[in-house]
């Protein structure tokens, strides 16, 4: 990676504006889940060595109140325990195996779990953070509620390690974000409910750009998503579903219409969902494999 584009990384989220780049900078959806076990540190290292620029880090917090990587609420959803993660101890869910249920398919269609034999563990955040290099920026999902005890506990760590300057949040969770956004250094993206409200007022108002975001914005959301469009009527309701192609030019230039905002899309795993974003000129592409995004970005040069 060259200085200039590095530099670009480090201002991703530093809050500042970033330089101006041929190619998006990739994110490594939950550290390249699919290229290891998610969020794990293998993981994410494996990531940054294939080129990711952003790491992308789930996030929830533990029975006796620790942040640790991890998606699902059930542990058996991933690794070979069971239980809720909010119910067990840090101890205990770093004890297993994240791997466990990873499987690799091979060209006869045949299944294969190679973790079962190489176990790789359920890291805290605190761990995560100290086993990628301190300029590596990130992106922390925090994926729970109540939202007081998640923030909470987040913020601890993330201010114990020095890592305001490095870290932006995300969630799905309204109330997550306007929490985490009282912490004094915290730098989050909008919440989802902006974002999708801003895009669905777009392509049904024509165009029209009535509410930009306020300068310094950070927005994401899926390159493209089903979605049901409801209609209320006296007697019921109608509903379409539709696949939303949102991210129009329409859309990128209200996005842009104030200073120093950035949109990351989500959901780019293939060649031509790359090619959308890079001609939309969004800032970050989130992918499951940074391995083959990396061979699209540089087969494309």
């Keep these: 990676m060259t200085t200039s584009i590095k530099s670009a990384v480090a201002a991703v989220l530093l809050g500042m504006a970033l330089t101006a780049a041929a190619d998006p900078l990739i994110a490594a959806h939950r550290g390249g889940t699919g290229d290891g076990p998610e969020n794990t540190i293998p993981t994410l290292q494996n990531s940054l060595r294939h080129g ?21 609420a059930d542990v058996a959803a991933l690794t070979d325990g069971k239980g809720m993660v909010n119910t067990l101890t840090a101890a205990q869910l770093t004890a297993l195996n994240a791997g466990y249920m990873y499987a690799v398919t091979d060209a006869a269609g045949n299944k294969s779990y ?41 913020a601890k760590v993330i201010g114990e390690e020095n890592a305001w300057k490095r870290v ?29 409200d801003r895009l ?44 939303a192609h949102w991210w129009t030019p329409a859309a990128m230039k209200c ?11 989500f959901g780019v795993d293939s060649a031509a969902a790359y090619r959308s974003a890079q001609q939309l000129g969004v800032d970050v592409v989130m992918t499951d494999s940074p391995v083959k995004m990396k061979a699209l970005r540089e087969g494309g040069k």
């Design 114 to 154: 190679p973790y079962r034999q190489q176990p790789v563990k359920v890291p805290t955040l605190r761990d995560a953070l100290r086993a990628v290099p301190a300029s590596t920026s990130i992106v922390v999902d925090m994926k729970q509620v109540p939202a007081e005890t998640l923030v909470n506990a987040v």
């Design 255 to 265: 996005f842009r219409s104030n200073p120093n905002t950035h949109v990351m899309v």
């Design 168 to 196: 932006r949040f995300y969630s799905t969770d309204a109330n997550v974000i306007a929490l985490m956004a009282q912490q004094p250094k915290a730098q989050v993206f909008e919440s989802r409910d902006a974002t999708r």
């Design 200 to 243: 669905a007022r777009i392509a049904l108002n024509g165009g029209a750009c009535d509410a930009p975001p306020a300068a310094g914005t950070w927005s994401g959301i899926e390159l493209e998503r089903k979605v049901a469009v409801v209609e209320k009527f006296t007697l019921g309701e109608g509903v379409s579903e539709v696949v």
């Design 52 to 72: 990711a620029d952003i790491l992308w880090m789930t996030v929830q917090v533990s029975g006796d109140g620790v942040p640790v990587l991890y998606r699902p």
